[in-house]
């Protein structure tokens, strides 16, 4: 099953953890937004894996807006 | 011969009403993994102390008189741990537990005895809403009589149980109580997705139109969610445990279980130094409260702000606390509603609140305004300058704008300490630099630097404690003790604990 993790807030992309690939666990963090002067990680809400990222790092996001799409079991 | 032909009869008589809606529709939820009424309120009700009120009713339609047993709802009263408690339970076999003059005056005895001799009263909710088609046409109006079927004063504690499809009545009691706890799976709505389709033409989903994950994450009506029918009765058996029977009394007290203030240690490390980083508030109010007694209300939604009924050294307190693992602690258009709630509830049944405070302001921008958070912001603001129960606040880390007022701050609460790593401002000194000097790190990297160290003066907790902002600043690891001593000064002595809830009329909802 394929999961898509929409951006919650208004926000910049700071830093991403993750590749296309990866494994991740659950509570995982996949990348870090910055908003409200506020680090805050996007994490994976079940084990899986990345399939496609949506942003980069510097790229602005608004709510609803798809992040990454995780793969899960 | 007279009494054994009355006994014989009564029998029947009994067995008939027992019998509900027949073993065929009995066996069948039996089967999908529902429980029935009198099953759930064997559930609710401690071991045998259930008596029914009304077991004899029937629908008023001659018609109707024997397939309706109880007229679909299984009323009376019962002890919860010992306290007496009225309960009104939708039996959906019979009629889908669908309302009629009758069932109504049962109900309406049960909040009347409920509100006069202050009990909790409990909806065990599953309805198709009122009954069709006896309500039809003037004749089925006008017999109503509901001047006070609604009108919610909050004399005792009222909780919700909703279990699969609720409409009607159903949904108006869920939105009338204290708290709701959906069992996963259960629909809530005005009305069912079948009328909604053909009066509006707009194909629905039940869960779409009103599942358990709307309202546990959009709407905020669900406080708690449920895997199993058992499940949702034990939660709102705790839920119960933490309020007085009615509003006249204090909470019950419970003893301090073990291996409370264990791990309060961990307070120094559970909130990163850095204000930039985030980190999850309910691993401190674990901390803080009573070993294992920290019983969340509305988890699923506003999740910037954490709200939670707990006990400390054995006394009810409702906890409010940011959360900067969701939206940075940012507190939204639905964290305002939830707190106004919670204030609600907590003011209403005399429980002491307790502000834990790392928040970077109200979250502000384009949605924002469009949710109506200045009206919210400000709801909030009466709401905190109406509670006459005992108020604390403890700043953890960052305190800005004017949500610090909000979340207890500037004198609103009856007391207040600062952790001695607190940071309270304005706004983030970072924004400030901005905001006053127009300039950016990255623009000027020396001039930033030298006007953020101008902006963050000024804002450690020995600056606000320098004007009685806050009456002290401690060592995180002291929380428990300053929530403690604070809970016996403010105790409001000369009532035995009872406030004067006057928000006990404010919204159901928000």
Redesign the interface.
Known sequence: MAETIQAEMNANVWKILVAPGDSVEEECPLMILESMKMEIPVLAESEGFVVALHVAEGDRVSPGQPLVDLSTN | MMEERAEAVHAERRAAALAMGGDRKLKKRAAAGALNARERVDLLFDSGSFTESGLFATSPVDADKDTTPADGKVTGTGDIDGRRAAVIAYDFTVKGASSSSVSNKKMQHMKDLATRRGMPLIYLAESTGVRMPDVMGGTGMGQGNDRSRFLRCRESPWASGVFGYSFGSAAWHTVSSDFAVFRKGSVMAVSSPGLVSRATGQEVDGQDLGGWRIHSEITGFADAVADTDEQAIELIRRFLSYLPAHNGEAPPSAPITEGSEDRLHELRTLVPQS????YDVRKVIEVVADNGSVFPIKARYGKSLVTALTRIGGQTVGVIANN?M?????I?ADACDKATSFLVLCDSYNIPILFLVDQ??F?I?L?AERDKVAGKVINWMNALSLVTVPKITVMMRKNYGQAFVNMGGAFTADATAAWWSAEISFM?P??AVSVVYGIQPESDPEEYERRLAEMARGSTAYDIARVYGVQDVIDPVDTRSFVLAALRDNHLARTGGVGEHLLSTWPTSY
Do not use: C, I, W, Y
């Open positions: 204000r930039t980083q985030v900067p969701f939206k940075g602690g940012a939204d970077p302001g979250l921008g949605e983030d970072r924004s």
